[in-house]
Each structure stands twice: as C-alpha cells, then as structure tokens.
C-alpha cells in the first residue's frame, strides 16, 4: 500500500525557516516524480513544487521560487521542502503527493497533510 | 500563468441528480486535465485524468469531457458520499495551476 507521511509543520513566526519532510512507503520511490500542494484555511488548492524521479527536473509555482526549495533522497525515501523567510501567506495545509506514472502529472497518491502556521 | 475558472462555485442537488460542473482554461490546455474530489478534513483524491479518463477504482457515475479550453466534470446520479469540493488542474504548463473548487452538497 502506497503511504505518505508529512512532517515537520508547526508555528512559526515571520522570516522563519521550516523544513518539511515526507515520508514515502510502498512503491519504488526512485521512480516517480512527487509534488507539494498546499491549501490555505478554507482555501482551494495551490501547486507548489515538484521533482523529477531523479531530483534533475525542479519546477515551482510562481511566487515561490527563491524562498522554497523541494529535494528528495532517494536512498532515505523521502521527499522535502525547505521554506525560508516565511510569510502569513504561506499558512496553509501541505501535502506531499505521488504522481500516476512517468510524464504523468497527475496526482494519484496524497499523504494527509502538515499544518504549517506563520503568525507572530 | 493559465488560470482555471470553475463554476459553479458551489451547488445544491438530490440525490440521484445529474451533477455538471464546469473548467475553463485562459489558454488552449489539450486534454491535460484533471480532477480531483476533496472531502472535509481529506486529501484530495484523483478522479479523472487526461480530461476523460477515469481513475482506478473510480465509481462509473463520474465522468470527464471536453479538451482546449473548455471541459465539463458529470456525476450521473448524486450519491450522499459525493458531498466534497471538486477541483480542476491543468498540467499543460507550469505552474499547474487548479481551479477555485466547487462545492457540492445534498439538497
């Protein structure tokens, strides 16, 4: 079974640093691409990042860009996202997901998410 | 970036209605669309892929169509455990982007 386990959440205040870690279990995980979506307090959905199977391939959502930076080690199985001078605006839910297949794009598997809390 | 305009934002409908959201793109997509259905406290969940596809496990009463800039999302018939918000994405381009959600509740 295809688990995801993210961790790392919590207060911050702002200008703060946090690293968010996510867990990967049953599949292969050198194998697919994975992405983080976040989702503000009764917000919708916003794409932040993804990798590529190997970590060559890196995108990031518009805005984001110089403050986070995704990774991923393949040897440990996990996935993360380092945020830097963190804002009110990036309070939000943030979720680690798998994507369907290579060159897919869609998001198949989701971990439950990690609450992240910018407020002095 | 491309936005994703959905609508309705939220409806009302019994059970056993036809349910039709719809997605539109502000630039021609392909069929590079998906949607995913989100319950209150969940992660969201895949549902159809490359605009019509439907996603494993998936119930039949969803549905996907449409390609370039225009796609509608179908439930044939309303089931209670089909109350959740409903999202659309593109994954043509970066960043890839999800539309506002629609909500869906029981009348």
């Known amino acids: 079974e295809v688990q995801l386990v993210e961790s790392g959440g919590g207060l911050v205040k702002p200008g703060e640093s946090l690293r968010l870690s996510c867990a990967a279990s049953?599949?292969?995980?050198?194998?697919?691409?994975m992405t983080w979506v976040r989702q503000a307090p009764g917000k919708g959905l916003q794409w932040v990042a993804s990798?590529?199977?190997?970590?060559?391939?890196?995108e990031y959502g518009d805005s984001l860009k110089g403050r986070f930076t995704i990774s991923r080690d393949n040897a440990k199985k996990s996935l993360y996202l380092q945020m830097n001078d963190l804002r009110a605006g990036d309070t939000a839910v943030y979720y680690c997901?798998?994507?369907?297949?290579?060159?897919?794009?869609?998001?198949?598997?989701w971990g439950q998410g990690t609450l992240v809390t910018v407020s002095s | 970036d491309i936005q994703m305009t959905q609508s309705p934002s939220s409806l009302s409908a019994s059970v056993g209605d036809r349910v039709t959201i719809t997605c539109q793109a502000s630039?021609?997509?392909?069929?590079?669309l998906n949607w995913y259905q989100q319950k209150p406290g969940k992660a969201p969940k895949l549902l159809i892929y490359?605009?019509?596809s439907l996603e494993t496990g998936v119930p039949s009463r969803f549905s996907g169509s449409g390609s370039g800039t225009d796609f509608t999302f179908t439930i044939s018939s309303l089931q209670p455990e089909d109350i959740a918000t409903y999202y659309c994405?593109?994954?043509?381009?970066?960043?890839?982007?999800f539309g506002g959600g629609t909500k869906v509740e029981i009348k």
């Open positions: 997901a798998r994507d369907k297949g290579p060159y897919s794009n869609s998001l198949q598997h």
């Open positions: 049953g599949f292969t995980f050198m194998s697919y691409s």
């Open positions: 990798i590529s199977s190997t970590g060559t391939y890196i």
């Open positions: 630039q021609d997509i392909g069929s590079y």
């Open positions: 490359v605009a019509s």
């Open positions: 994405q593109q994954y043509d381009v970066v960043p890839r982007t």
